[in-house]
């Protein structure tokens, strides 16, 4: 039966698919982690309240990628080169989703119409972050080599999606609501088209790693269609309202201290 559990257990059961999934993974958290480092150094006067939580988001996404290389060295591997078609942070950022990287290289402090863009384009991939660690939690959770990181990675997932409702609502209600909807949908949009076609690119290495049959690349390229489908339908709605979180102050504080990654 081809499941989400049988897919993950086969890729993690082979070291060349576990080597390069880990490997995407470790290099878009370190990526965001960047990101946010760089937005954190850059905040507006007007936004400098925010400066702390952004670089506590910067320092879980770093220590994802962390995370993911010492899963590697747990099982004598090194990281691969991510192949440029399943780098879903380069190809958003291509896409003109988020800041531009080039904006953030430079030292000249950002907009407030800046952070509005960044925390849009963040509820919206910590929307997809969150949920897809949901699903390595719900069948990984108590994995001997992988649950503690995948524990540890999923809370920190929801935080950062509850730390972007509590900071776009906030904004909204200082008369950015119009701008943070019509950025929401833009992102949500660009990000599913995105997402299909990162997950058809990591499919397709995938297949060509444990030397799946044609008949199999193209049953995962379908299920892979059938959810854009319905994402473009209307499943990226989900992706674009804005509630109060449970957890409030999610990012408040320094990041916990791990001397122990996985």
């Not at 402090?109 to 863009?117: A, Q």
């Not at 910590?126 to 990181?149: C, I, K, N, T, V």
């Not at 997950?199 to 193209?218: C, I």
């Amino acid at each position: 039966m081809l499941s989400a559990k049988s897919l993950f257990q086969e890729i993690l059961d082979d070291d060349a698919a576990f080597r390069l999934f880990c490997s995407i993974a470790a290099s878009g958290e370190s990526q965001g982690g960047w990101e946010n480092g760089r937005i954190a150094a850059l905040v507006p006067e007007s936004a400098r309240g925010l400066a702390p939580r952004i670089a506590r988001h910067g320092a879980d996404e770093d220590k994802h990628g962390r995370i993911f290389e010492a899963l590697l060295r747990k099982r004598g591997l090194k990281p691969v080169e991510v192949p440029p078609d399943t780098d879903y942070t380069m190809l958003l950022e291509r896409r003109g989703i988020g800041l531009a990287h080039d904006k953030l290289k430079a030292d000249r402090p950002l907009t407030e119409r800046d952070i509005v863009t960044y925390l849009a384009h963040s509820r919206v991939t910590e929307q997809r972050a969150s949920e897809q660690m949901r699903l390595l939690l719900r069948h990984f959770g108590d994995h001997p080599d992988l649950g503690r990181a995948v524990r540890m990675i999923s809370h920190d997932e929801d935080n950062h999606l509850a730390y972007c409702h509590e900071e776009l609502l906030r904004l909204a209600y200082r008369g950015h609501g119009r701008t943070i909807q019509r950025i929401l949908r833009e992102s949500a949009l660009a990000e599913i088209r995105i997402y299909r076609d990162v997950s058809l690119a990591v499919m397709a290495h995938m297949g060509r790693v444990l030397g799946w049959s044609a008949a199999r690349n193209a049953l995962l390229a379908a299920g892979i269609h059938a959810l854009y489908a319905w994402e473009r339908a209307v499943g990226w709605r989900r992706m674009v309202t804005l509630e109060m979180p449970e957890r409030r102050d999610a990012l408040g504080g320094p990041a916990p201290r791990a001397t122990e990654l996985v």
